[in-house]
């Protein structure tokens, strides 16, 4: 369990969607909180919102939906009380972010306000506000539970009075070590990429093909080839700095990039159009290819490091040190660094595809055979063999393995607690009216109508 979960389950979606039937209904004041007032609209909106992206609600909507309205108030007055501001620029840059990821997966400005029925300008007014509310409600539950602070006795006492049915298990892991070799391409393959990449544009500018077309038969970005290779609309900071640059240099919809390399390979870019400080455009990626022989000779080195290793010859933290070409764990002895977590230790399927099926049915201080696998850094096929370090089965948690699980585990429940305990003290402290047709409900906080 952790804290962003129960954080989680005050907020509703914060994604948006028009009612069109809105403007028919008759609005009114169902709940009053304080000083605010809950509208009928914003209940509706709420429901068919929760209805169109599907997400269920457990009882009635007409009960749930305007008491977690509620709670969201008490915690934007608490804010208020408390001076806590979110500061314009955090509010902005998730804003962003969020405007990017709409615009890249709905596909253009205009496809988003027809979807959502509303100008760029309304989106993101609306948007603006729920991302304000959402990290100011965070901000003062972290301020209520930032005094926690647990001691080894504490967990301790926590562990040995939780019923055996209550014990969070904890998940299969297992620590790899990992040598990694990205063979080296001739620069005549190097030079043979880069030409078909020319060729490419040469036939764009000439007008004897599509740059959408040669996208989807020749671009090795399965994720945009589909597409035509387009990327939808991404401001600057988006991609790689070598792409963005690129990329923004074009001025008129339509032209095309020189060829440029990336750390995933040579691209050719062509704009489709700008737009202030965003663009869309499509790419065509290619990536040279390892030759056959080069494959069979790193195979051949790798199975010569490993069996150095097993002879007792060489260390694996010595062999990963002199030959690996991974930055990230060369210096680690090949120890990989879970990005997740920051730990050492991961799920099987936290792992790369290729690795977890590698390790999975090894011993400890077992190697495997080489393989190869696709580096998500370098979007591209590397060779690899890994060692287990260690592995730890399925099981209940205990404190002898799991005791920052444990702390973690009694942190989150304690911080619920503290966050209960304040809504239900602090709505016992609000004036709260509820309309009578809207009192008829199993409440998840029995106190908003007082007695």
């Given at each position: 369990?952790?804290?962003?979960?129960?954080?989680?389950?005050?907020?509703?979606?914060?994604?948006?969607?028009?009612?069109?039937?809105?403007?028919?209904?008759?609005?009114?004041?169902?709940?009053?909180?304080?000083?605010?007032?809950?509208?009928?609209?914003?209940?509706?909106?709420?429901?068919?919102?929760?209805?169109?992206?599907?997400?269920?609600?457990?009882?009635?909507?007409?009960?749930?939906?305007?008491?977690?309205?509620?709670?969201?108030?008490?915690?934007?007055?608490?804010?208020?009380?408390?001076s806590i501001e979110v500061s314009s620029s955090q509010v902005e840059a998730q804003l962003n972010m969020r405007i990017d990821h709409m615009l890249r997966e709905i596909g253009s400005k205009e496809?988003?306000?027809?979807?959502?029925?509303?100008?760029?300008?309304?989106?993101?007014?609306?948007?603006?506000?729920?991302?304000?509310?959402?990290?100011?409600?965070?901000?003062?539950?972290?301020?209520?539970?930032?005094?926690?602070?647990?001691?080894?006795?504490?967990?301790?006492?926590?562990?040995?009075?939780?019923?055996?049915?209550?014990?969070?298990?904890?998940?299969?892991?297992?620590?790899?070590?990992?040598?990694?070799?990205?063979?080296?391409?001739?620069?005549?393959?190097?030079?043979?990429?880069?030409?078909?990449?020319?060729?490419?544009?040469?036939?764009?500018?000439?007008?004897?093909?599509?740059?959408?077309?040669?996208?989807?038969?020749?671009?090795?970005?399965?994720?945009?080839?589909?597409?035509?290779?387009?990327?939808?609309?991404?401001?600057?900071?988006?991609?790689?700095?070598?792409?963005?640059?690129?990329?923004?240099?074009?001025?008129?919809?339509?032209?095309?990039?020189?060829?440029?390399?990336?750390?995933?390979?040579?691209?050719?870019?062509?704009?489709?159009?700008?737009?202030?400080?965003?663009?869309?455009?499509?790419?065509?990626?290619?990536?040279?290819?390892?030759?056959?022989?080069?494959?069979?000779?790193?195979?051949?080195?790798?199975?010569?490091?490993?069996?150095?290793?097993?002879?007792?010859?060489?260390?694996?933290?010595?062999?990963?040190?002199?030959?690996?070409?991974?930055?990230?764990?060369?210096?680690?002895?090949?120890?990989?660094?879970?990005?997740?977590?920051?730990?050492?230790?991961?799920?099987?399927?936290?792992?790369?595809?290729?690795?977890?099926?590698?390790?999975?049915?090894?011993?400890?201080?077992?190697?495997?055979?080489?393989?190869?696998?696709?580096?998500?850094?370098?979007?591209?096929?590397?060779?690899?063999?890994?060692?287990?370090?260690?592995?730890?089965?399925?099981?209940?948690?205990?404190?002898?393995?799991?005791?920052?699980?444990?702390?973690?585990?009694?942190?989150?429940?304690?911080?619920?607690?503290?966050?209960?305990?304040?809504?239900?003290?602090?709505?016992?402290?609000?004036?709260?009216?509820?309309?009578?047709?809207?009192?008829?409900?199993?409440?998840?906080?029995?106190?908003?109508?007082?007695?």
């Amino acid at each position: 369990m952790q804290l962003k979960k129960i954080y989680g389950v005050l907020f509703l979606s914060c994604s948006l969607f028009s009612l069109q039937a809105q403007s028919n209904m008759i609005d009114g004041v169902v709940w009053v909180v304080g000083d605010n007032a809950i509208l009928r609209s914003e209940v509706e909106e709420q429901r068919i919102r929760a209805q169109y992206e599907g997400t269920r609600i457990q009882g009635d909507p007409y009960c749930v939906i305007p008491e977690q309205i509620a709670v969201q108030k008490l915690f934007l007055h608490q804010a208020k009380i408390d001076s806590i501001e979110v500061s314009s620029s955090q509010v902005e840059a998730q804003l962003n972010m969020r405007i990017d990821h709409m615009l890249r997966e709905i596909g253009s400005k205009e496809k988003m306000e027809e979807y959502f029925k509303k100008t760029t300008s309304e989106i993101k007014e609306e948007l603006r506000q729920t991302i304000h509310d959402q990290m100011t409600i965070q901000m003062v539950q972290q301020k209520l539970v930032s005094n926690i602070k647990l001691t080894p006795g504490e967990v301790r006492h926590f562990y040995q009075n939780l019923p055996a049915d209550s014990l969070p298990m904890i998940p299969a892991m297992v620590e790899v070590q990992i040598v990694t070799i990205e063979p080296p391409i001739p620069q005549e393959d190097i030079e043979a990429t880069k030409k078909r990449l020319r060729e490419y544009a040469d036939r764009v500018n000439s007008g004897s093909a599509d740059f959408s077309l040669l996208a989807r038969l020749y671009s090795d970005d399965l994720g945009t080839a589909s597409k035509g290779g387009e990327l939808g609309f991404f401001g600057r900071g988006t991609m790689v700095p070598e792409f963005t640059n690129a990329a923004f240099a074009l001025q008129e919809p339509g032209q095309v990039s020189r060829v440029f390399e990336t750390e995933f390979g040579f691209h050719i870019v062509q704009l489709i159009e700008k737009r202030g400080d965003r663009i869309n455009c499509r790419h065509i990626l290619l990536r040279p290819r390892v030759s056959s022989d080069i494959k069979v000779k790193t195979f051949m080195q790798l199975d010569s490091l490993a069996n150095l290793i097993r002879a007792g010859k060489q260390t694996f933290e010595t062999v990963a040190t002199q030959n690996s070409s991974d930055k990230n764990t060369r210096m680690n002895g090949g120890l990989m660094t879970n990005p997740a977590t920051g730990a050492t230790k991961f799920e099987y399927q936290e792992l790369p595809q290729e690795v977890a099926k590698a390790v999975y049915n090894l011993n400890v201080g077992e190697i495997s055979e080489p393989f190869s696998m696709m580096s998500q850094e370098l979007g591209r096929e590397v060779y690899a063999f890994v060692k287990v370090k260690s592995k730890i089965a399925n099981h209940k948690a205990n404190l002898t393995d799991d005791y920052q699980q444990l702390k973690q585990y009694y942190q989150a429940v304690k911080s619920q607690e503290i966050i209960q305990d304040w809504i239900e003290q602090k709505i016992k402290e609000t004036y709260v009216f509820i309309a009578p047709d809207w009192q008829n409900c199993d409440f998840k906080y029995p106190n908003w109508i007082k007695k």
